[in-house]
């Protein structure tokens, strides 16, 4: 803003000065015009005093006014009736000096229009009539000393007042309408002043929020810039590629641009797995609003669309034509405001996973054959040994010889544990299904557990059926699953406590569960228990043995069989394992069979 000039801070002070003016500068007119008519009347033989006392009377008066009203202006109170007094003292000082030069006759009659205008640009109606009141009493005051002859003379001194206060009647509107019209002014200035200052402090805020917005993009970009393990993949709903980011760049082979030239998503997924990932959704997407896209891709996002899940192992295709293993999780991409826009796509390499998995299970497999046999030539040279006629142990060689058999047995079983395990990964696993008596199948293994738990102080019970429970399910592996979660519930339940193997009904198939009241496993750990070689806190805190493959087999033989698994625990309470098996087995679960790390 430019600085004011000398000529324009003596303009404003200009201004200021009548814009609210002193009383004294109000009262300057009339105290002039009374000192020239008193000068022109002393000097002027043809205006000589009438009557001079009156006139200088009246002339005091008006200077008392006048010194009255300097020392308000001093003061500064510029307002009220103790500075309306003055051009009231002035009306009357104005009259005396009329009848002290002529009276009636008198030229110097009109000066009394100077206080008059003051006191009616007075807010208020009333000031109209204290005009009439006062200019009568200053017009008639020569009729008091010598009263006129006719009645003409009479109405000329009627006349004037009445003039003088149509007159302060059209100055008093004129001065409120003014005042109405300053006021809604500075309503508007201070309404104007109000939305300038909330528009500075909007700019302010404006400029605050552009500069954390920029922040924040420079940020996004940063992140989204080094986001290169995994390919991150936004689309519309069309499935047509509007993100694409360093990770999708290296892992699919295209750049950023040719992603951006209406390239669809389904052409880096196979459309068989894609509907394999999403063979659960519910129905599938428009095929009028998106009918070039693969039934794969309507298929999963119309499970995204129906607020699903969608996590999974799936073979994506690189603009090279290679095919990667991966992870894709799909989740809906939704704008501000809650309308989905798209789609999100997250994919993770999983090639170095893969690929440790499959040494790993060929590193298992490799030493579970290698230990498998000398530990089967160490079990058979052992029975040799112990049933010899021409050379037979002693009581202490027996011992010794037994303690050696249990352990060769315990390394060869976990060995076969170990194989069983690397044909679940390998898609290798064998069922040898046949109609079974599920009821009979629980019995048994609560019989073989039996000496077990006896020996443990546990109280073993089967609750099933009566009569037959049939189904077409593999009864040795089931009753390895049985065998696994009862020693498990027995080694994980102190003496006194129970284990009961239940079996029930239920739609499509039968539910097989088992239950103790042990020490428990904590909530946090539930969802690792089907991981191998893992072993829960309470297991290893009570030093219970064991290698972690239990569960991990027992889920396998469910599964392989087409059911289900889960667990209720609760830590200090006890835990229920409980597995489902269909009436009619799944042909397709052996293809898919894997499991977790």
Not at 437 to 465: C, F, K, M, N, Y
Not at 550 to 570: F, K, N, P, Q
Request: with cysteine; aromatic share 6%.
């Amino acid at each position: 803003m430019n600085a004011a000039t000398p000529r324009d801070r003596a303009e404003n002070r200009w201004y200021r000065l009548f814009d609210n003016p002193s009383p004294l500068l109000k009262q300057a007119p009339t105290t002039i015009a009374i000192v020239v008519a008193a000068l022109v009347a002393w000097l002027n033989p043809d205006l000589a005093f009438v009557q001079g006392f009156a006139a200088l009377a009246g002339i005091a008066i008006v200077l008392l006014a006048t010194v009255h009203a300097a020392i308000l202006s001093g003061l500064r109170v510029y307002d009220g009736w103790v500075v309306l007094i003055i051009p009231m003292i002035d009306i009357l000082g104005l009259g005396l000096f009329r009848a002290g030069t002529g009276g009636a006759s008198s030229i110097f009659g009109s000066l009394v229009l100077l206080p008059v205008v003051w006191i009616a640009a007075a807010p208020g109606i009333r000031y109209v009539f204290v005009v009439g009141g006062l200019t009568s009493l200053a017009l008639l005051m020569p009729y008091f000393a010598s009263p006129p002859d006719t009645p003409i003379e009479w109405l000329r001194g009627v006349v004037g007042p009445l003039v003088f206060s149509a007159m302060a009647a059209v100055v008093n509107e004129l001065s409120r309408q003014q005042r109405v019209r300053a006021e809604q002014a500075e309503r508007l200035v201070a309404e104007r002043t109000a939305a300038l200052t909330d528009n500075v402090a909007m700019l302010v805020q404006l400029r605050e929020k552009e500069l954390q917005n920029q922040v924040l993009v420079d940020s996004y970009e940063g992140l989204w810039s080094s986001i290169t393990a995994q390919a991150v993949i936004g689309t519309d709903r069309a499935g047509r590629i509007t993100a694409w980011n360093p990770g999708a760049e290296r892992l699919l082979g295209i750049s950023y641009a040719e992603a951006m030239q209406d390239v669809r998503v389904d052409r880096f997924f196979p459309d068989s797995v894609l509907t394999m990932l999403a063979q659960d959704c519910p129905g599938g997407a428009d095929p009028l609003e998106t009918p070039e896209l693969a039934q794969g891709v309507k298929a999963l996002f119309a499970r995204v669309d129906a607020e699903q899940i969608v996590d999974g192992d799936l073979s994506v295709t690189t603009a090279a034509g290679t095919t990667v293993p991966a992870r894709v999780t799909v989740s809906p991409h939704r704008d501000g405001d809650g309308t989905q826009q798209g789609y999100l796509l997250v994919v993770t390499d999983e090639s170095r996973a893969v690929e440790v998995a499959r040494m790993k299970d060929e590193f298992v497999g490799m030493i579970s054959h290698e230990l498998r046999t000398p530990l089967s030539a160490i079990i058979g040279f052992l029975d040799l040994l112990q049933n010899d006629p021409g050379q037979p142990l002693t009581d202490d060689q027996q011992e010794f010889v037994g303690i050696i058999e249990r352990n060769a047995q315990r390394l060869l079983n976990l060995v076969g544990d170990l194989l069983f395990t690397a044909q679940v990964e390998s898609g290798r696993f064998p069922l040898d299904r046949a109609d079974a008596d599920v009821a009979e199948l629980v019995r048994s293994a609560v019989v073989s557990a039996g000496p077990h738990a006896q020996r443990e102080g546990i109280a073993l019970t089967a609750d099933v059926p009566d009569v037959p429970v049939r189904a077409l399910v593999d009864p040795g592996r089931i009753g390895q699953a049985l065998d696994n979660l009862l020693s498990n519930a027995i080694k994980f339940t102190a003496a006194g406590g129970s284990v009961t193997a239940r079996l029930a009904l239920v739609d499509g198939g039968v539910q097989i569960s088992v239950r103790d009241t042990g020490v428990g496993i904590p909530e946090d750990e539930q969802g690792m228990l089907f991981t191998r070689f893992f072993r829960a806190s309470t297991a290893t805190q009570n030093a219970v043995p064991g290698v972690g493959l239990g569960l991990t087999i027992t889920r396998a033989i469910v599964i392989a069989h087409g059911g289900a698994m889960d667990v209720e625990s609760e830590e200090g309470v006890g835990t229920e394992f409980r597995f489902t098996l269909p009436a009619a087995p799944r042909t397709e679960v052996l293809n898919t069979l894997s499991l977790p790390e």
